[in-house]
Nanobody
Framework: HVQLVESGGDSVQAGGSLRLSCAAS????????MAWFHQTPGKEREGITG???????SYSEAGKGRFTIAKDILENTLYLHMNILGPEDTAVYYC??????????????????WGRGTQVTVS
């Protein structure tokens, strides 16, 4: 059973940058696919970017060009580098995991393990 803990959420001004982290325990990063999602009140959770076991990545239109996903296998940590943030990026950000060798996914139902989220506020 993977446990995921996000951190790094903060309040920033528009145009700024943040790096979110997701520490995993209970399973090695080289066995699980990972992804970042975000959610605002009243809306469904949306995928931003995903990464496969072998490092393939995918991005939503909202994340493409501004956000970068990366994983440190030795540290068992997933990162989301966010640049040129705008008010539309205000949300709770979640990391998610699924076991096995799959292509990167941004689909909520593909993932069985979730962190509790970290709040990002852009003003």
């Amino acid at each position: 059973h993977v446990q995921l803990v996000e951190s790094g959420g903060d309040s920033v001004q528009a145009g700024g940058s943040l790096r979110l982290s997701c520490a995993a325990s209970g399973y090695a990063y080289d066995k699980i696919c990972m992804a970042w999602f975000h959610q605002t009140p009243g809306k469904e959770r949306e995928g931003i970017t995903g990464i496969s076991v072998d490092g393939q990545t995918s991005y939503s239109e909202a994340g493409k060009g501004r956000f970068t996903i990366a994983k440190d296998i030795l540290e068992n940590t997933l990162y989301l580098h966010m640049n040129i943030l705008g008010p539309e990026d205000t949300a709770v950000y979640y990391c998610a995991a699924r076991y096995g060798r799959y292509p990167p996914s941004l689909v909520v139902s593909d993932f069985g393990e979730w962190g509790r989220g970290t709040q990002v506020t852009v003003s």
